[in-house]
Every structure is written in structure tokens, then in C-alpha cells.
């Protein structure tokens, strides 16, 4: 919408590391006329954006392989999707540190923020233990809890924090937004 002249501005932070930001819109496009027919109505809409030192790295927006049963494994999906893209990166900008090659970052060691809007997706991903209703999903999507911070874990590279969807730049990849919240986060996507 009206972006043939604007591009991004990078404004390389140091200091920043590794950003993501992930959000997930819960059978979005579940239609009842439909849904005999197409089964995809069920399947919900995944989307994420990673920066490295402050500037746009990837994002991506899909439908999930997957039926998701409740909005927390909506998000909980996504989040898994997004860091199974950001940690192989983190390893290779880690390994090149440690080789002696200058990348960006001051930090001793490559770290993640990870910005998630769905309160039980977030106490899925920072909680040690597993629960009767979620143990489906340990197979497929529980690889990357070894990674994540928390006191039983202080070597963690990675940080699961809350935001509000408001401030979910991810937001605008995974459902109709209004104008207003558009322009917001597509100029906070884009560096402005």
C-alpha cells in the first residue's frame, strides 16, 4: 500500500543481537460455507520477523502444515517455526566469533529476544515441565526449550518475553489490520 518509494533505513545497533517477533492469527480463515470443502479454512496463519543488530533479517507469513486446536498451539507453532529459523543463524554467527571473524554485535555470545502476545504460548515455551494437554505437542515443537532462558536454565541464549499485539510488528503478516495499525507497524518493520 503506497510503499513504490519507501524503503528500509538501517540503523545498525551493535548492541541488539538477534530480534524476533512472532504472532499467529487462530483459523483466521475458518469459513462455514466452505470448510466441507476446503479443510486449508481450518488451518491457522503463521507469521514472523527476525532483525540481526537492529535491521531486517527475515519474515515470512504461512498457513501452518498443521491444525492448531486452541490459540496457545496456534502461537506456540509459530513461535516454534520462527526460532527454528533464527537458531541455526545464531550458531553460524556464533561460530564465526569464535573463529575470530568480525561480525556484528559486542556481546560475548550470540542472544535472542523473543516477543510473543499469547500469555499460555509464553508460559508453554519458558516452563520446564510438561502438561497432559500439551503432550502432543512436545514431539514436534519442543526442541528450541533447550535454548531458552530461565533460572533452571542461566546459559539460555534466547529470551521468551511478552508484548502487547499492538506492538507485534508480526501482527500485520497474519491478518487484516486497520489503516492506522498498518502504517504503525510497517514503519517500525521498515526502520522509520
Known sequence: MATRDKGYYLH???????????????SGNWDPEHAMHD????RSRSGYFITYLGAPLMWKSSLQAE?????????????????RKVIPIMDLVQELKDKGVPVGGTQPTVKCKMFEDNSAAL????????HPRTKHINVKYHFFRRHVYSPSN?????????CKS???????????????????????????
Do not use: H
Open 123 to 130: 508460559t508453554l515455551a519458558n516452563a520446564p515441565a510438561m
Open 12 to 26: 545498525i545497533d551493535e548492541d541488539e543481537g538477534f530480534t524476533v517477533w512472532a504472532d499467529s492469527d487462530f
Open 166 to 192: 499492538a506492538d507485534n510488528i508480526a501482527d500485520i503478516l497474519t491478518k487484516p489490520v486497520d489503516l492506522v495499525t498498518l502504517l504503525r507497524l510497517r514503519y517500525r518493520a521498515m526502520g522509520w
Open 67 to 83: 491444525i492448531a486446536l486452541s490459540t496457545c498451539e496456534a502461537e506456540y507453532i509459530c513461535l516454534s517455526q520462527a526460532l
Open 154 to 162: 542461566p546459559s539460555g541464549r534466547i529470551k521468551i518475553m511478552a
Open 39 to 42: 479443510p486449508n479454512t481450518a
